[in-house]
């Protein structure tokens, strides 16, 4: 408190501050003394600076970023309004508009105001995945979260830096998604998909919103595969309060939930103030962020207390026999205390410290491991399925969806008419090349993580740009899937044929960043592919979908990830069995 209460300004603002006491030099303070303007005051200048207000001059001249202007230059780009930046922009026209306008007007690289702080943009294929393959480390964002929640905070996976990153990825989420593991989770998505198509069957003719249909099912499925728990979010009772929860969290953009946000936003050299400040008086953006994440731990945290005791009991019981701890069991369904062993909160909880033996997380960490699952799980791989469903879909029952169906009825016709039977190998791409054609190309005009963000480990040249150490470069995969000079004249078309007939270069799949690269790379990408594919070989097969007016073009929103700012409105209809000019029958299905 006693720092927060005497703020302290950069020393460089200090230098500008004019005082009129008799002991102060300078021509400012001469002149000022000369004018008899101001009464000689007590001798401020005798005291720490750190006590003093920041003057006026100083807080004009910050505003306008000097030092960075200076040090970027070089660097192509708009100049950024004073204090806001570009923010006010971005905030009118849209990330994607304005980021699109940028790149044909500056070319391949260029800068732009995130507030107080600049970016370096890179779109060039190559020079954007060897940031992303060299550099290993998010940028550390100011934060106004204190105590407990700024714990919280920096306990994700998505904030983890270093040694303890690499820890937190090769000991508990790499694991989970192991092949043999996601073997034995193959029925159960199937059943889950089955689900789907039944909820989807009922609700045949009338119009419904599909995306949250996909949220359910992925809801569903990550919650059993992670915790060997039935969330039923379609249900009501825990698990629809769960998925309400994590679509509050989702809708979150940025800092701009709170006014203390916006504050950090462009006086970041005032986070202890701005820290104290939002700790003592917290606004209604915080409570609802709060109360948001209290939902989601509420069904979280009795699961890890009850797993640590039964491991707590097992381990004591062990030591008691003389024998080892058992290693979790990835992908087993044996169910202990609520949680299946091998889970990924077994995982979480089993986690040690290589050096110190100690637990790696504590249990509030545990939870943040489980939130980010149960979140990434759900929202990422329902915006991927409703956006194939809507690229597919809004050409009509011609063009690419007649294509891909095509492929399916084959499927199912060699399966002997069970499309679930055939949806088992819809993971292979070899296999299935018009389906994982078509997922490849409705990511490619809507990918899940429109920027990707790194802190710069060393010194690198883009395209001829300096750019130095630690500056924070943006890789808008958004930007590089959509330019025509990368995908040709038809970037903005979807046509899923060109993965198919040799159309896309070696440069444009370079720019395919649907799942990041590095060490940053999304490690759930096996067990969202899994899920998807077998969701839409089910349901192109069983159902036609038409679109309900106003839904094309699609709304979208951008925060973490890129999603139907409106859902995905559309009428299911059942399709005629393939050759027997019928309803498909949900045994079939």
């Given amino acids: 408190r006693r720092r927060a209460r005497h703020w302290r300004a950069p020393r460089f603002l200090w230098r500008l501050r004019t005082c009129t006491c008799p002991s102060a030099s300078g021509r400012h303070a001469r002149r000022a003394r000369g004018r008899g303007s101001a009464p000689p005051s007590p001798p401020c200048c005798r005291r720490p600076a750190s006590r003093l207000p920041p003057p006026p001059q100083a807080i004009v001249l910050y505003g306008f970023r000097p030092l960075w202007r200076f040090r970027l230059r070089h660097v192509p780009g708009k100049r950024p309004r004073w204090v806001t930046g570009g923010i006010l922009e971005l905030r009118a026209r849209g990330s994607p508009a304005v980021h699109a306008e940028a790149r044909a007007a500056f070319g391949r690289v260029w800068k732009s105001w995130g507030g107080s702080r600049p970016f370096i943009f890179v779109a060039d294929p190559a020079v954007s995945r060897s940031i992303l393959l060299r550099n290993r480390e998010r940028p550390k964002f100011a934060s106004f979260w204190s105590g407990r929640d700024a714990e919280f905070e920096a306990a994700s996976i998505l904030a983890a830096r270093g040694a303890f990153h690499h820890a937190l990825r090769n000991t508990v989420w790499v694991p989970l998604f192991f092949r043999s593991s996601l073997d034995r989770f193959r029925p159960l998505v199937a059943a889950h998909v089955s689900a789907l198509a039944a909820s989807l069957d009922a609700a045949a003719g009338t119009v419904v919103d599909v995306h949250e249909s996909f949220k359910v099912l992925t809801l569903d499925v990550v919650g059993e595969v992670a915790f060997g728990l039935s969330l039923n979010a379609g249900r009501g009772g825990a698990g629809a309060d769960l998925k309400e929860g994590l679509d509050a969290i989702f809708r979150v953009n940025g800092l701009s939930f709170s006014r203390y946000g916006a504050a950090l936003l462009f006086f970041p050299v005032a986070q202890p103030l701005i820290r104290w400040a939002a700790s003592r008086w917290p606004d209604a953006g915080m409570a609802r962020v709060r109360g948001n994440r209290e939902r989601v731990l509420k069904t979280v945290m009795p699961l890890i207390a009850a797993h640590r005791e039964a491991v707590a009991a097992e381990a004591a019981a062990a030591a008691a026999a003389g024998t080892p701890t058992p290693p979790p069991t990835i992908g ?107 997922w490849r190309e409705a990511l490619r005009l809507f990918p899940p993580a429109p920027m990707l963000v790194r802190e710069l480990e060393r010194e690198t040249d883009a395209l001829g740009v300096a750019v130095a150490k630690g500056a924070w470069v943006a890789v808008p995969a958004l930007v590089q899937h959509r330019d025509p000079e990368i995908w040709g004249g038809d970037a903005m078309e979807y046509r899923p044929a060109r993965w198919i007939d040799g159309s896309v270069s070696d440069e444009a799949r370079a720019s395919f960043l649907i799942w990041g690269a590095g060490s940053r790379q999304c490690v759930g990408r096996a067990l969202a592919l899994l899920e998807a594919k077998t969701a839409l070989a089910v349901l192109l097969a069983r159902f036609d979908f038409e679109l309900a007016p106003g839904q094309d073009p699609l709304l979208l929103r951008q925060t973490i990830t890129l999603s139907p700012a409106e859902g995905l409105k559309a009428t299911p209809r059942l399709r005629s069995a393939p050759g027997k000019g019928r309803p498909v029958t949900a045994r079939e299905a």
Avoid: I
């Fill in 332 to 438: 087993t369904r044996a169910l202990r205390s609520g949680v299946a062993p091998g889970s990924f909160l077994d995982l979480c909880v089993r986690a040690t410290d290589k050096a110190t033996g100690a637990p790696l997380l504590s249990p509030r960490a545990v939870a943040n491991q489980a939130l980010v699952m149960l979140a990434a799980g759900m929202e990422t791989t329902a915006n991927a399925l409703a956006y194939v469903l809507f690229c597919l879909h809004k050409g009509g029952s011609e063009g690419p969806l007649a294509w891909v169906r095509e492929e399916v009825d084959a499927k199912v016709k060699a399966a002997g008419g069970a499309a679930a039977a055939a949806a088992a190998s819809a993971t292979d791409a070899e296999a299935w090349p018009r389906l994982d054609a078509a």
